[in-house]
């Protein structure tokens, strides 16, 4: 994140933040490990049957910056 603020939140319980990140912080690193594992089994193809495991809400403007599986596999291609 590059700035503002961002919160995992419960949706069941009304968006309720549990965690709130500051800029510098990342997120989503955990899932992608996930998918970089299992990536051999698949040809590199998105899994569908994953699901999201967090809700991650903004509460004021936010940047990010995103760095997508395809780049992710590509580099990993690159660099085995």
Do not use: C, W
């Amino acid at each position: 994140m590059i700035s503002g603020t961002l919160n995992f939140v419960l949706p069941p319980l009304n968006n309720l933040t549990f965690l709130a990140l500051s800029p510098g912080d990342m997120f989503g690193h955990t899932d992608l490990a996930h998918l970089l594992n299992d990536s051999h089994k698949r040809d590199y193809e998105f899994p569908r049957h994953l699901q999201r495991m967090d809700t991650v809400m903004s509460s004021v403007e936010t940047t990010i910056m995103v760095l997508s599986l395809e780049d992710v596999l590509s580099l990993r291609l690159m660099y085995p």
